[in-house]
């Protein structure tokens, strides 16, 4: 084979190997778990990336009470799993632990990554922190919105698909029960 052969044949393997990667990725999560979660926003602009929303979840603060087995003495990075139930239409905390968990029936398992807010305390002292929630970043924290929306109000919450492996992936946010390019679509237009 000639150089030209031989890079396109490279060429070739890496954009299948990325197509695949997104296709299996998307497979997983269309067959995933559709959970929905109540947010709360917190900042609402980035001046280099344009309007998103940060947001935390009533899931994002799992009580040390929840977790199931023992707690790493250095939690932080630590990969976390956490069971959700059905409670009306919205999903709620059950239980959490640091090592793989099947879920029960009707519950989801969603996964997360212990973050440093587990840590934070006003006088630094060992016995308040280790009584604190344990913080937890599902990856689903950071929503981007179109210009000039990122601080509309209202009820946030949020659909979530979460894969058999416990990653979760956003499929759609809404504001008051609309969908949020709708509801902010109204609110901009008017």
């Known amino acids: 084979m000639s150089r030209k052969q031989w890079l396109l044949v490279i060429v070739l393997l890496q954009v299948l190997w ?4 997104a296709a299996t990725k998307e497979i997983a999560h269309d067959s995933g778990a559709r959970v929905l979660l109540t947010t709360q926003p917190v900042d609402p602009r ?9 947001l935390r979840f009533d899931i994002s603060d ?5 977790v199931l087995g023992e707690i790493p003495d250095e939690p932080i990075g630590k990969k976390i799993y956490v069971a959700l139930a059905p409670s009306g239409k919205f999903y709620q905390l059950k239980s959490a632990s640091f090592a793989a968990i099947p879920p029960e029936a ?8 212990i973050d440093e807010r587990s840590m934070w305390s006003r006088n630094n002292s060992d016995e308040v922190v280790s009584k604190r929630p344990l913080s937890v970043a599902y990856g689903l924290e950071r929503y981007y919105v179109p210009e000039g929306t990122g601080t509309a109000s209202g009820k946030l919450t949020m659909e979530v698909s979460v894969a058999e492996n416990g990653e979760s992936q956003i499929r759609e946010v809404f504001l008051d029960g609309k969908p949020f390019r709708d509801a902010t679509a109204r609110s901009t237009a008017k």
Do not use: E, N, W
């Open 18 to 21: 990325v197509a695949i990667t």
């Open 46 to 54: 980035d001046m280099l990336r344009g309007d998103y929303m940060t």
């Open 62 to 66: 799992v009580p040390r009470s929840k």
């Open 106 to 113: 009707g519950q989801v398992v969603i996964c997360g990554v």
